[in-house]
DNA sequence: ATCTGTCCCTGGACGC
DNA sequence: TGCGTCCAGGGACAGA
């Protein structure tokens, strides 16, 4: 599931792959709402342009092309995005994958799930933009314009703070894992992030959200922090789908202490696991080191 | 204003 | 072996 680091491995990956090149041609699958704008039109608008910048927005990419318009990408639950070079059974269903030899599977063919590919005028390495459930997104934006789902984004959460927490929660009685999942308070935290920088702050996810003691805010923004800022230093959770854009497997879901780990041991404490349901995620902690 | 449930989608896991 | 059923989940949306 691609949160706050995956997107921004990804990020840091496509930024020297992208910068500078010219959009030769523009493929697309059929039209569907996985393109918030219609591929005809992506086609026509990105055909010519060079691109000249990438950044994050929380979840969202944003690519800067040279007449200063933009285009937005969502890599939503099953989205990957990588370059012709990369090689990955991730990249393959697993269906395909037994009936593909060893030697076919170093070279990456477009499916029917590769609804994007962009290739270059250099020729080089094209981006491929493949998503099995389609819940990723695709817009251009007009120069000026601005995507109402990226304005309406709160704090970066590699920069929140224990203030930012306190006004958000102020009169949430939702539970704090939910509030840490709403992309208008903290942008980039998503389920396995969500569970890991409460359990590092030890912090039952079912709380009122309002009901947290000032010291348990300002512990929780150092924990989200860390635990995204770890996150990227391995390269990103690899759990169903995400894949770098080189096709490698990032190496952080080894080190979840609590996330998909249910009836195991607390890496702390040792009592078992709970898994709970919290706004139709499945949410794991520790009954005893989480109060 | 906030909260909760539903929906989009597909492949993999599981039970019979 | 093969089929049916359930589940995963980011985010938009509707209705309470």
Redesign the pocket.
Known sequence: ???LPEVEVTRRALEPLLVGRRIRRVTTTAR??FFLTPPSTLRTRLEGRTVVGLIRR???LLAELDDASHLLL?L???GQLFSSAAASPRLV???S?VSLRPATQRQFQPD??THLVIAFSDRGPKLFFRD????G?VRWLAPGRED??CE?LGVDALEVRGDDLVA?C??????IK??L???SVLAGV???YADEALFRARIRPTR???ALKRAEYDALARAVIAVLEAGIAAGGSSI?DFVRPDGSDGGYQGEHRV??RSGEPCPRCGSEIR?V?I????TCFCPSCQQ
């Not at 706004?279 to 499945?282: A, C, I, L, T």
């Open positions: 599931m691609p949160e569907s709402y929380g979840k969202y969502h939503g639950m099953t269903s697993a269906k994958r029917a799930h099995v459930r389609k819940f997104k109402p789902r309406k958000a102020k009169k949430r009685t939702a539970p939910s509030v999942l709403d992309q998503g389920n396995i009122r959200a309002r169903d996330y998909g898994r349901v706004g139709q995620r499945s």
